[in-house]
Structures are given as structure tokens and as C-alpha cells.
């Protein structure tokens, strides 16, 4: 008999924002430079826990969220751990800010100017989120 082999062709749609920061500074200061510059109230949250190789070795990841009154949703990742980071092709970012449900259009360039302004962080860009290969990691807090 012969055997039918099902490939599932599936691609993730990334509905959010994705800044790759630069900060040699700790989370909580670089979050607290986010929330006077964005006029946002990121919050500590639970760590996000990831399975991170073969060996079933975990990792966790400090995060930061915050929802505004117009469900704009903001979340603040710590790529680096002990043992690995959140998003190993990316091992020379700190941080990722996830946005999700901007009310504006023009909203990105406008928070991108404001992460710019900020003197703690050395670097900062846009990304895509599907460039990238791990991306998958970013749905662990859907």
C-alpha cells in the first residue's frame, strides 16, 4: 500500500509592530524611559518561559505589558537570558517592544522618533516580524 505523505504549507500572520532596541541597561530602567516618553504604564509581568533546544532546557524572559484605554497593546521582551535568547538569530538585541491595535496610521514613525529621542538606547529599528525565523516566540502571550 502506498503511502501519502500531507505537507502543510503555513504561514503565521503577525499582526503587531515589532522595534528592535539596543540598551545595555537593565528592563526596568529602560522601561521606565519607555513610560515617560511614550506616555504609556508598562507593568511587570509574569516571565515568559521558553523551551529553547533539544534538550528541553527553559530560559525565562522578562516582560513588560500595558493596554491603553484604546486597547493599543504594548509589551516589552528581554531577548537575552542565561542560557539563550528569546530570538537567537537576533543575539545583539536587548529588548523587543511588541505593539499591537495602533488607532493611527502613522503611529510607528511617531514611536520611532520617540525610542530615538531616548538617551539610554544605543540603537533602534523597525523590523518585520515574519523575516523572521523564530518569530512564532512573540504568540506565546496571545
Do not use: W
Not at 36 to 42: F, P, Q
Not at 71 to 94: A, H, L, T, W
Amino acid at each position: 500500500m502506498a503511502k501519502k505523505i500531507l505537507k502543510l504549507d503555513f504561514t503565521n500572520d503577525f499582526d503587531f509592530l515589532l522595534f528592535a532596541i539596543v540598551c545595555s541597561y537593565k528592563d526596568y530602567r529602560l522601561c521606565f524611559e519607555l513610560n515617560h516618553h511614550l506616555k504609556i504604564n508598562l507593568i511587570r509581568e509574569e516571565d515568559a518561559e521558553l523551551i529553547l533546544d533539544r534538550q528541553k532546557n527553559r530560559s525565562s524572559f522578562s516582560n513588560y505589558s500595558y493596554t491603553s484605554p484604546l486597547n493599543e497593546q504594548y509589551r516589552v521582551i528581554n531577548n537575552k537570558s542565561g542560557i539563550g535568547s528569546f530570538i537567537p538569530e537576533r543575539k545583539n538585541i536587548d529588548y523587543f517592544l511588541q505593539i499591537k491595535n495602533l488607532v493611527t496610521e502613522n503611529a510607528a514613525d511617531v514611536i520611532l522618533q520617540k525610542l530615538k529621542q531616548i538617551e539610554l538606547i544605543s540603537g533602534v529599528y523597525k523590523m518585520e516580524p515574519g523575516e523572521i525565523k523564530s518569530a512564532e516566540n512573540f504568540l506565546v502571550f496571545e
